[in-house]
């Protein structure tokens, strides 16, 4: 399924600018509407006398101010945003909601796109009761992270973390319309000798999968030595020179609570490439 529809959530920063364009760049190419989603920071008192202030002329006058920083905060965004848009011809939307309000509106905003963009570093734009984890397990949209320090435009090597697992198929059908015009696709197995799930080619079938949709795609096999999973996909998206690494999280329940597993939480603190993760 095509990208029609994707969002991004932004901030008047230049981390947040930067995450617009490359959300306005990839809305572009695959001619999809962009949403700016602007978690409106929660006003605090500015001063400890505002904690004392009595009289509804003093109150409204402590009310007034709030709403004048939120107002400002939320035009700067806006302008942000807007000037990262319109290098590009696409179509676009800002919206915005206050971080202290009691409503879901971070679900929400994200539940009816195909795609939604934040910053890798503590997953920059959410609000700050939010987590990108949280955020996908609330609505199956698949998130992509960006760090705060990519200055790549384009997704051109995109690097498919396999395990033949649900998860991991799921990642594929999410990324599929990133993969289908990569110039490189690597489908990365890391010990397949230890996964009866891969069968006798590890691989395989998934690489054909891929190349009847039009993917160009390689399978590459490698040993972990040792070493933790999410170093070595790192570390060979790294030496490859990827744009994207594509990874189905896991997780598994607890009562009530979601935990993800080691390789997929190492994956979103250390990923200094952007990293698609679908559940």
């Known amino acids: 399924m095509p990208f029609k529809t ?11 600018e930067a995450r617009t364009c490359y ?39 402590v009310i007034a101010n709030h709403r004048s920083i939120e107002a400002a905060a939320i035009d700067a965004a806006n302008r942000s945003f807007s ?22 509106s971070a679900r929400l905003n994200s539940l009816h796109a195909d795609l939604v963009i934040v910053g ?25 992270l960006l760090p705060e320090t990519w200055t790549g435009s ?22 599929l319309p990133l993969l289908v015009v990569a110039q490189t696709v690597t489908i990365l197995v890391v010990d397949p000798q230890k996964n009866p799930r891969h069968g006798e080619e590890p691989g395989a ?6 190349t009847r949709h039009g993917a160009k795609v390689g399978v590459e096999p490698v040993k972990s030595r040792g070493e933790p999973i999410a170093n070595v996909i790192l570390a060979y998206a790294e030496r490859h020179a990827a744009d994207l690494v594509v990874v189905g999280a896991y997780s598994h329940a607890r009562t009530t609570e979601m ?15 952007p990293l698609l993760i679908a559940h």
Not at 120 to 144: C, I, M, N, Q, Y
Not at 160 to 175: F, G, H, L, Q
Request: proline share 4%.
């Open 6 to 16: 994707i969002a991004v959530f932004v901030d008047p920063s230049p981390a947040g």
């Open 23 to 61: 959300a306005a760049r990839m809305a572009c190419r695959h001619g999809a509407h962009l949403v700016g989603i602007f978690a409106v920071p929660f006003t605090s008192s500015s001063s400890p006398a505002e904690s004392f202030v009595r009289g509804h002329q003093a109150v409204r006058q």
């Open 83 to 104: 000037a990262g848009c319109a290098r590009e011809d696409i179509n676009f939307e800002f919206r915005f909601f206050l971080q202290g309000a009691v409503d879901d």
């Open 120 to 144: 890798g570093l503590r997953a920059g734009g959410l609000p700050r009761d939010w987590s990108a984890e949280e955020l996908l397990l609330a609505t199956g949209v698949p998130f992509l």
């Open 154 to 175: 384009k997704t051109e090597h995109v690097v498919v973390a396999w395990n033949a697992s649900r998860e991991a198929r799921r990642a594929i059908t999410d990324a």
């Open 205 to 210: 079938d998934v690489a054909h999968y891929l």
């Open 259 to 273: 935990v993800f597993g080691g390789v997929t939480r190492s994956l979103l603190r250390d990923a200094a490439v």
